[in-house]
């Protein structure tokens, strides 16, 4: 792997746990979500949609595909997954994903590598 792929992994990597820690802290979500598209169960939440690259905050020619959801609300969510298996379906897979959402702190995230709403780890992911 080159040094930019792995200093762009430690970058998503510090930015999922920080993003636990900021979760911890942060109020309830609001109820001003698409209720197709995201069911909430006591601190974990359900989302549909699609496996999508997440959309990098600057754009260099060669940049690998660091996948995430873009779900049918609109919002685009990275995912913390210990297995990985977003990694083993392609681009345009539809699926529902189950786990506790972390939203992206705006004033802190203004430096992150990607763009994206919140971070979603992972409980259960699957094909629908």
């Given amino acids: ?62 940049q690998e595909c660091v996948k995430g959801i873009k779900g049918d609300d609109g919002k685009v969510y990275a995912l913390n997954s210990p297995t990985g298996v977003e990694n083993t379906m392609n681009e345009g897979t539809k699926v529902t994903a189950r786990g506790v959402f972390q939203p992206a702190n705006t004033s802190v995230d203004d430096s992150a590598s990607f763009i994206y709403d919140g971070v979603l780890v992972v409980k259960i992911l699957q094909k629908r």
Avoid: D, H
């Fill in 1 to 62: 792997m080159p040094k930019k792929g792995i200093i762009v992994s430690l970058l998503v990597l510090a930015g999922l746990f920080g993003g636990i820690f900021l979760f911890r802290n942060s109020p309830a979500p609001s109820g001003n979500q698409n209720e197709e598209a995201i069911e909430t169960k006591g601190n974990e939440i359900t989302v549909m949609g699609v496996i999508a690259c997440l959309p990098y905050r600057i754009n260099i020619e060669g």
